[in-house]
């Protein structure tokens, strides 16, 4: 496939595949003092007490709450959820919106995180509210973006809770569940490796309301939205893009005990010193949705010396803008794509329009920044070893051409002549291919930067899924079974502790530019 090409012309100009991209790619009134619409403190606290803001030693020996899962999720509109925020920092209050047929709904707020393989604690829990079904969405018709526009339920205080990746379980009186994703994001992540979360990438995909940036009511990409709205629940289970793309990464942090921050490509696109300093800064399974101002803060804090590491594919993706919403800034996310000559900053700011950061207007290819060009879905493929004998695979016991399959899928990226970072950069696994028809290869690669920082780039979107092969969680994950999850664990944990002790030039061995020795360039 040509990787300046590749499936762009299917997404953009055909509506069925854009609609089997999305598809394909959905996984895989408190009584007494906690009145309705009231604030809300710890009104039934777990007897583990407040445990403070630390993520430290302290916070990863207690003891984890394996129930977390959802037992069943009954119609959709059985019980349903949304906050007014999609981070905040501890001990922010956050507004609670759940609309629910049940009479009444508790709310459980569980921390993810290793917790000796529970993956998960229960830092929170409500008492009993009372539920109601709340009102119609609100469809704009004119970027065709749904807005529940609830009235709030309750105003939840996070003071205690740790910061990290949170699930609020909704439990409806009657049975059903329902996840809302929250992050507690950290200030700082000076000397610590930050996590940084995808919500934007997460709305991008709901369809709740009939609605998201791949479709419309009547499943066809030309009735897409053009912008969607936080102030809506997400479809399904209400978090499936973190649980699928984003957990098991989070759970394998913890568990190596690291210093660790998290926030989300949102919230460094208003804040970026939460950069300043950082060891590392880790983009998980599926971060495809950036600001261009996102993406500059990045760049800046790779050349000051942090290290970044991309475990998804189709990273950096799409160009958005940030825009205000009913609760406040940064709750709309615009992204025209192939409409890009109806956003109203065409063209006058090209810089700004919500298109491919690859195409026109401005074009800029993401492979700039990751190292590594998206080129194509869906394929399915052995991951393949290149050189077995670099750092990042150390302890796995892989010898060159040693495969693992189903690694390399749905959505892959491929290190690519003509678009490269500008630093050496070297292919250490090299994956053949078959997508739509057309031979090709996935890269996982590393390059550095004069400041030393050290960049790696997966090359496939199941990376963090296959964090979970063998164990049963998660599903079948493709096929890939516990050799592979073993191997992802291993090379994993291998980046995480060499990112973690500062520019990786400075400890590490140097990339060894191979591109034309790999694709045969003279």
Not at 53 to 61: D, F, N
Request: with cysteine; charged share 20%; net charge neutral.
């Amino acid at each position: 496939m040509d990787g300046n090409t590749e499936h762009l012309e299917g997404e953009a100009g055909s509506p069925g595949s854009a609609l089997s991209r999305r598809r394909f790619l959905g996984a895989a009134t408190v009584a007494g003092a906690c009145a309705a619409g009231t604030s809300l403190s710890g009104c039934d606290a777990p007897a583990s007490g407040d445990p403070g803001a630390s993520i430290g030693p302290s916070e990863r020996s207690r003891q984890g709450d394996p129930d977390w899962r959802l037992r069943a999720t009954g119609r959709p509109e059985s019980v349903v959820g949304y906050t007014d925020k999609s981070s905040v920092l501890p001990g922010e209050g956050f507004g609670l919106y759940v609309s629910t047929a049940s009479p009444g709904f508790r709310v459980s707020a569980y921390r993810v995180g290793w917790y000796g393989g529970a993956q998960a604690r229960l830092v929170w829990r409500s008492e009993t509210m009372d539920g109601r079904v709340q009102g119609a969405s609100h469809l704009i018709s004119a970027t065709r973006t749904v807005r529940a526009g609830w009235e709030r339920t309750a105003e939840v205080r996070t003071d205690g809770w740790p910061e990290g990746a949170y699930l609020l379980r909704l439990d409806a009186s009657s049975g059903p569940q329902r996840y809302v994703p929250l992050i507690v994001r950290s200030r700082s992540a000076a000397g610590k490796t930050l996590l940084i979360h995808a919500p934007a990438t997460w709305q991008a995909y709901n369809l709740w309301g009939g609605y998201s940036l791949y479709e419309g009511a009547d499943g066809q990409y030309r009735t897409r939205a053009l912008a969607v709205s936080f102030d809506r629940p997400y479809d399904g289970d209400g978090a499936e893009k973190f649980l699928v793309y984003e957990r098991a990464a989070v759970v394998l942090a913890e568990r190596s005990g690291i210093p660790l921050a998290y926030t989300t490509g949102i919230d460094i696109h208003f804040a970026p010193s939460v950069l300043e300093g950082a060891t590392a800064a880790v983009s998980l399974g599926h971060d495809e949705y950036w600001t261009p101002e996102q993406r500059q803060y990045l760049s800046r804090a790779r050349d000051a010396g942090t290290n970044l590491a991309f475990l998804g594919a189709n990273t950096c993706f799409r160009r958005i803008r940030l825009e205000g919403g009913l609760k406040g800034e940064g709750r709309t996310v615009v992204c025209y794509k192939s409409d890009y000559r109806a956003d109203p900053l065409h063209p006058d700011r090209p810089a700004l329009v919500t298109t491919d950061f690859r195409s026109a207007p401005a074009a800029a290819p993401e492979s700039l920044l990751t190292g590594v060009l998206y080129e194509g879905y869906p394929t399915d493929a052995p991951y393949v070893v290149h050189n077995a004998e670099h750092w990042l695979f150390a302890g796995t016991g892989v010898k060159r051409g040693d495969s693992f399959p189903h690694l390399v899928g749905v959505e892959y990226d491929r290190v690519t002549p003509g678009a490269l970072p500008r630093a050496p950069i070297e292919i250490v696994a090299h994956s053949p291919l078959v997508c739509n028809g057309q031979n090709s290869h996935s890269d996982s690669a590393y390059y550095t930067v004069p400041s030393g920082a050290g960049v790696f780039a997966s090359g496939t979107m199941r990376w963090v899924e296959a964090l979970m092969a063998g164990t049963g969680d998660n599903g079948r994950n493709h096929g890939m079974d516990a050799r592979t999850g073993a191997f992802v664990t291993r090379t994993t944990e291998n980046l995480l502790r060499a990112f973690t002790e500062g520019p990786a030039a400075k400890t590490r061995p140097a990339p060894r530019d191979n591109v034309g020795e790999v694709y045969g360039l003279p």
